[in-house]
């Protein structure tokens, strides 16, 4: 409605506009110039999207909450197996307590080796896994630094090398805990005297001689920390399943007591008749030891003997002979290589290869 208001004059009556025609069964919403004046239709409407906006917001957040659930339960998921992850890593090296390793072994009760660092001792543990426990005689005593040399052993890996398990440090007990290799050292099986029952083939010959190679390279050269070996003989090289070699007792020096404070390989180490000039001479110990050493192995592959039990034989001249002869090959005199034959092991008649005999010779005598 429209007030019109006159001064000095009466009102007007009230005008309703033409256009609006008010009507009791109508539904239409009439706008009278107030707000929140609706129908009766229009009131269920303003409901029915009230209730419909709800209802989204409810799924919505139905929605959120399942997806935060599934995000958490992914992580802590995750997350277990991470630390499954880490326990399984540090499952592979740790520490073992002295009664964890004394049932291990039923007490110490079979022993697989004897040298001079200490005896090994075959075991199982828990999980079933065979091992092999070193008891060592002579090793730091200081917890510190007994854990800080062998942390670093245990972080060298290779295929040639025997994988360290573990270690034990109770008081003046100073354990190192291996895998156990299948087959033994390679003394068991490449001196086995005169006869044909169990020799050691050429092809595995060849194959333990180059891959021990490998093995010493990565000391030497490859690996984070420069391990000089300083024992290698056959009784430190073990057999695998399919006779592949692994160097065991690697790292022992830095494991043994030092004579002097500085120096970390002061004391003589090694075994008579495989150890390197240098030990004697008090010249500086280098890698070089071990290739020496190496050097005698090699010859022991090809012969099937000591070299040590070569003079005690009668056999010193054919050592010399053997000098000689790789000397003249490698000044192209034309020779007959068949002078192998008389220095590889009678065990293996005449199956092996000529030529990979010659350049293992002729590498030892280098």
């Not at 391990?227 to 494991?255: M, Q, R, T």
Request: charged residues 25%.
């Amino acid at each position: 409605m429209y007030f019109k208001v006159l001064r000095n004059t009466r009102v007007s009556k009230i005008e309703e506009p033409k256009a609006l025609q008010l009507s009791c069964n109508s539904s239409v919403v009439i706008d009278m110039g107030s707000p929140n004046l609706y129908a009766k239709n229009g009131a269920k409407t303003k409901w029915v999207y009230f209730y419909a906006f709800i209802a989204a917001l409810g799924l919505i957040e139905i929605l959120f909450g399942t997806l935060a659930w599934c995000f958490i339960y992914s992580n802590g998921r995750n997350a277990s197996l991470v630390e499954q992850g880490y326990k399984l890593m540090g499952s592979q090296f740790r520490k073992f307590t002295f009664k964890e390793l004394r049932k291990a072994t039923q007490n110490f009760k079979e022993a697989i080796g004897m040298g001079g660092s200490g005896a090994v001792y075959k075991g199982k543990l828990e999980d079933e896994r065979a091992i092999a426990v070193k008891m060592l005689k002579d090793a730091i005593q200081g917890g510190e630094e007994f854990w800080a040399e062998v942390s670093i052993i245990g972080r060298i890996y290779h295929m040639n090398l025997v994988k360290l398990l573990g270690f034990c440090s109770d008081g003046t007990n100073k354990l190192l805990v291996s895998e156990f290799v299948k087959n033994g050292s390679l003394d068991k099986h490449l001196f086995i005297g005169d006869t044909s029952k169990n020799v050691l083939g050429w092809n595995e010959r060849f194959k333990i001689a180059l891959e021990t190679a490998r093995g010493l390279a990565y000391l030497h050269e490859e690996c984070l920390e420069w391990v000089i070996h300083c024992d290698v003989k056959p009784e430190n090289i073990l057999l695998g399943n399919d006779f592949e070699p692994k160097i065991a007792d690697f790292g022992l020096a830095k494991l043994s007591k030092r004579g002097a404070i500085g120096s970390s390989i002061s004391l003589i180490r090694g075994t008579r008749g495989y150890m390197a000039p240098e030990w004697a001479s008090n010249l500086p110990i280098t890698a070089k030891v071990d290739v020496f050493s190496y050097g005698i192995v090699l010859l022991e592959i090809v012969k099937g003997k000591r070299v040590s039990d070569w003079t005690m034989e009668g056999e010193k001249e054919s050592l010399d002979k053997m000098r000689l002869l790789v000397q003249m090959s490698n000044e192209r005199y034309e020779i007959d290589e068949s002078w192998i034959c008389y220095f590889v092991d009678l065990n293996l008649g005449h199956s092996f290869h000529k030529k990979q005999a010659k350049a293992m010779v002729e590498i030892a005598l280098s």
